[in-house]
Each structure stands twice: as structure tokens, then as C-alpha cells.
């Protein structure tokens, strides 16, 4: 409604913090405006950046009361430390300085899977043969995603409600299937002792993973930006950089089958994040499929599984101002 007083929303991770003003739309959906990302590097804290939102947007914000962040973190209290950035966000802290009656913290992949029933087909990119879900009242998917670091979540519709189950599953460890995955993981060992599928299966993950090949086959490199990694390998298709990616798909199809089994999610894997979306053409030509599906006596009932990528900007963001809209 028009005069229905703005829920401020945030999508706070590793790397960027994003905010928005949200009003439930004339169908019941989740509206935004005046959104904005900032680099979380150039704030020295979380309400640094809260503060110069709520400046930029002050017409809008104004009688703002309440707000719900999606955090890229364990939500154990209300105040959390996140997991790949120096920021801790502290609820009753943001509520004292910005005059909030109420401030809510999720974890991002919460966020996350609440947007994946708003999505649309022209928002869903197919990875594999098989086509997108029929959305039914009663339904299991897996939600995984590369960023700073690997979220995981799964998705319950009951109903046709959505029920979110958020996990820190990207800490799982991570398993090799063949002896260059191996030497990989025993490399890793010697920086981080426990290596988790996180270590890989991030942006941090893909440069250690392509300095690690580089070790193993004595190849010099001087790439230590994802964003390096991903240019040389399109330049490069059969450079060291596209090898990396490859074994990046390769990996990220075997964790994702994990998480669809460990879940039971029968009903649909979708990928999110801006990695998923800078490689999903490598995704879509690589073996993404052929390591999803090799789970021994379930490879019958993983083929039957399908695999999409979230393209859509803005998922967290809009997955947390849904939540906010739940409340009411």
C-alpha cells in the first residue's frame, strides 16, 4: 500500500552490504526501493554503513521502524560476528542508534531460499537436461551458493508455504573422489589443517584451488582475484585458469549432489550467487551433472533431480524483504 510505512531490508555479506526500503506490492509481493550496495571494505563497521543508507535515502526512510537483515552467518543471538568480514552486527546496537522498535537477523541463505518461490522462469537458467519444476503445494529443494564463502539451505513448501531451513552446511568437509582431488585436499591441509567444501567452493576457494593445480603441475601464477580467474579462462579455454574452472563446476556438481541427498531436496537443486552467474556457461559445458549425479546406488534417483541457476539480481535482498512482509 502507499502510505504503509517502509520496512528497511539488508543483505549483509562478506564483501558487499546491501540495503532497500520494502512495501508489500498491490499482489502481496515484496516491493523495493532506494536500493543500494556499498563494499563492506570501505566502512569501518556495520552501522557506518547503515548510517550513510539511512542518509542517502532519508525521504523515504523517513518513519522507518523496523528492519530485518539477512547475514551471511550462524544467526545464534542478536548480536553475530560474520564469518568472512571483520563487521559485527549487533541488533539492540542498530536499534539504539537508529531509532528501530524492532531489528530481525536471518542468515543469508534464509533470505535466499524465501525468494526461490518468487521466482519466475525467465529468472531460472538450466543446468542439465531436464527442465524446471512445476511449482506443486508440497515440495523439498536444496539451495547452494558460492560467494565470500558456500551457503546451503533447504527450501520446504508445505502447502505452498515456504519453510527455510538455514545451515552452515558449507562447512562440511570436503571429500575427493579421484588422486588429483587428493593431492588437492593435502595441499589445503598443509594451509588450514580441516579443509571444508567452503575452501574451495567460494571466491577465496577458487584462487586457492587454482594456486594449488598450479603447485601441483609447477606452474607459476600471479592470479589472486576470482575475477582473474574467471577472465583468463574465458580468454584461455584451454589455459590454467580454465582448468581451475572446470574443477571448480567439476567439484561444486559433487558438493551440490551431498547436499540434495543429505536433504532429501528430490524436487530441485538451485544454484544462487553472482559466482554461480559469471560461470554458468562454464557450468552448463562442464561435468557439473556427470559429478551430480554420481552418488553410487542413488545415480538413478539424482538423475531424476533437476539443476537451475538463480539469475536474477538481488535474490538475498528480496528473499529478506519477503521475510519482513511475512511478519505482518
Not at 592470479?223 to 584461455?236: H, K, N, V
Request: with cysteine.
Amino acid at each position: 500500500m502507499a502510505d504503509e510505512v517502509p520496512v528497511l531490508v539488508g543483505d549483509i555479506g562478506g564483501t558487499n552490504a546491501r540495503f532497500a526500503l520494502a512495501r508489500r506490492g498491490p499482489a502481496g509481493q515484496p516491493m523495493m526501493a532506494e536500493t543500494r550496495k556499498y563494499k563492506s571494505a570501505d566502512f569501518p563497521s556495520f552501522t557506518d554503513a547503515v548510517r550513510r543508507y539511512l542518509e542517502e535515502a532519508a525521504e523515504l526512510a523517513r518513519g522507518v521502524r523496523r528492519a530485518v537483515f539477512a547475514v551471511a552467518t550462524a544467526v545464534l543471538g542478536d548480536t553475530v560476528r560474520l564469518t568472512n568480514s571483520p563487521w559485527v552486527v549487533s541488533a539492540p546496537e542498530a536499534c539504539r542508534l537508529f531509532g528501530l522498535e524492532s531489528l530481525r537477523l536471518v542468515n543469508d541463505f534464509q533470505a535466499i531460499g524465501r525468494a526461490v518461490p518468487l521466482m519466475e522462469r525467465q529468472d531460472l537458467a538450466l543446468i542439465g537436461p531436464l527442465p524446471a519444476p512445476d511449482w506443486r503445494a508440497d515440495m523439498t529443494l536444496a539451495v547452494v551458493g558460492p560467494g565470500t564463502g558456500l551457503g546451503v539451505c533447504m527450501v520446504r513448501l508445505q502447502r505452498g508455504v515456504p519453510l527455510v531451513l538455514p545451515s552452515e552446511a558449507g562447512h562440511t568437509a570436503f571429500a575427493p573422489s579421484d588422486a588429483r582431488e587428493v593431492e588437492v585436499l593435502r595441499l589445503l591441509q598443509l594451509r588450514y589443517g580441516r579443509v571444508s567444501n567452503e575452501r574451495l567452493l567460494s571466491g577465496p576457494g577458487l584462487v586457492a584451488l587454482h594456486e594449488v593445480l598450479c603447485e601441483i603441475e609447477g606452474r607459476p601464477t600471479a592470479l589472486s582475484r576470482p575475477e582473474a580467474i574467471t577472465e583468463a579462462a574465458a580468454q584461455a579455454p584451454d589455459g590454467p585458469e580454465a582448468q581451475t574452472v572446470q574443477l571448480f563446476c567439476d567439484l561444486y556438481g559433487a558438493v551440490a549432489g551431498d547436499f540434495v541427498l543429505a536433504f532429501g531436496a528430490w524436487d530441485g537443486l538451485f544454484l544462487a550467487g553472482n559466482l554461480t552467474s559469471v560461470l554458468l556457461p562454464a557450468l552448463q559445458a562442464s561435468r557439473f551433472r556427470q559429478r551430480f549425479e554420481d552418488k553410487g546406488r542413488f545415480a538413478d534417483a539424482m538423475a531424476r533431480v533437476p539443476s537451475l541457476a538463480m539469475t536474477q539480481r538481488l535474490i538475498g535482498l528480496k528473499g529478506t524483504a519477503a521475510l519482513a512482509l511475512d511478519e505482518n
